[in-house]
C-alpha cells in the first residue's frame, strides 16, 4: 500500500486508528480457549467488529512468538483472514527487528514476502546497513523507532550532543535512506510535546504513535502537534481495545472503545480540513 491508497482510507474510515493485536492467550474470554486456534478466533472477532473504525491492525510479534510454532501460526492465519477480507487494511508487524544487513534480508523476506505485511518495526541501533534491506520493496514500509512511549526512552533517546537530542539525530540521518513512501516513524504518545520538534525535521512522514489507551497518551495532544495536510498519523491502541470486553460480548465492547476512538478522530479530521 502506498501512502496515497493509505490516506485515501483515512478519509473514507473518517479514521487514523490502528488496533493493536497484542492477543494474550491469558486475558482472552474463557470460552475461546477451547477452540482449535484461540488467538485466532479472538483476533478474528476483533477485526470483524472493528476493521470499518480503523485503517491499520498492529500484531505485536511477542504476543505470538511467545507461543512458540502455534503462535506463528495464529498469527499466519490472523494475516491471511485480514488480507482476504480487509484488503484495505494496513498491515504492520510490530517485530522491532534490525541486524547486520545479511541478516535483515531475512527478516524482511518473512514479513514481506512469507507473511505479507505491509510494514515492520525497525530499530535504528544498528545503523543504515541494518535498515536499507528492508526498503529494497515496493510498496512496504520500515517504521524507525525514534522516540518511544515508554519511561526508558529517557535513558537514551533525549541525550543531547550540540544541541540534537538523540532522537533528532535518529530523525535526521534515517530520513536520508528513505523516503515519506516508504519510511515511517514511531513516536510515543505520551512525548506529544515533542511532535512539534519532529514535524520541523519530517513534516511529511506518517508516523507510528503507540501510547493512547491504556499507557494514558492524550489523542488530542498527538492531534494537535502532529497532524499534518495528509494526515501523517496512525494511532495505536491495544489493551484500551481489544480487553474492553471480558466475556462473550467481548468483541462488541471492543467495537465500542473503536467507535470512541474513531468518533474524536474524525471530529479532529474535520478540524484539520481533511475528511
Ligand atoms: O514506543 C513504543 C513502541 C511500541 N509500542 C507497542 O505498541 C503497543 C501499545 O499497546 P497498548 O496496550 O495500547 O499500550 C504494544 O504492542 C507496544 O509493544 C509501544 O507501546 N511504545
New binding site residues.
Given amino acids: 500500500m502506498n501512502s496515497q491508497e493509505l490516506f485515501e482510507q483515512i478519509k473514507i474510515k473518517k479514521s487514523f486508528l490502528c488496533v ?1 493485536l ?1 492477543t494474550d492467550k491469558n486475558k482472552i474470554p474463557a470460552h475461546l480457549l477451547d477452540a482449535e486456534d484461540p488467538i485466532y478466533e479472538f483476533n478474528k472477532a476483533i477485526v470483524d467488529a472493528t476493521h470499518d473504525l480503523c485503517v491499520a491492525y ?1 500484531p ?1 510479534l ?2 505470538y512468538e511467545s507461543e512458540g510454532i502455534e503462535g506463528l501460526k495464529s498469527l499466519e492465519r490472523t494475516v491471511k483472514y485480514i488480507r482476504s477480507n480487509y484488503p484495505e487494511i494496513f498491515l504492520i508487524a ?1 517485530a ?1 527487528r534490525g541486524d547486520i544487513g545479511n541478516t535483515s534480508k531475512m527478516y524482511a523476506k518473512a514479513f514481506f514476502e512469507n507473511m505479507d505485511f505491509d510494514s515492520v ?1 525497525v530499530a535504528p541501533y544498528m545503523g543504515a546497513d541494518s535498515v536499507t534491506p528492508f526498503l529494497s520493496y515496493e510498496n512496504k514500509w520500515v517504521i524507525l ?1 525514534a ?4 519511561k526508558g ?1 529517557f535513558d537514551f533517546q533525549f541525550m543531547e550532543e550540540n544541541g540534537t537530542r538523540l532522537f533528532e539525530k535518529v530523525l535526521e540521518t534515517s530520513k536520508e535512506w528513505g523516503t515519506p513512501e516508504n519510511m515511517m516513524y ?3 504518545a505520551t512525548k506529544a510535546e515533542s511532535l512539534t520538534d519532529i514535524r520541523k525535521i519530517i513534516p511529511n512522514s506518517f508516523l ?1 504513535v ?6 494514558g497518551g492524550s489523542l488530542s495532544e498527538v492531534a494537535k502537534y502532529g497532524l499534518n495536510d495528509t494526515c501523517g498519523l496512525l494511532v ?6 481489544i480487553y474492553a470486553g471480558s466475556d462473550e460480548d467481548f468483541a462488541l465492547f471492543a467495537r465500542g472503545e473503536a467507535l470512541k476512538v474513531q468518533t474524536e478522530m474524525s471530529s479532529l479530521l474535520e478540524e484539520k480540513g481533511i475528511a
Avoid at 522516540?147 to 515508554?150: E, G, P
Wanted: net charge positive.
Fill in positions: 493493536g497484542d498492529k505485536n511477542a504476543f510490530d522491532k518495526t523507532l522516540l518511544t512511549s515508554n526512552a514511531v513516536v510515543g507510528l503507540p501510547g493512547v489507551g491504556a499507557q495505536n491502541s491495544s489493551r484500551g481495545i
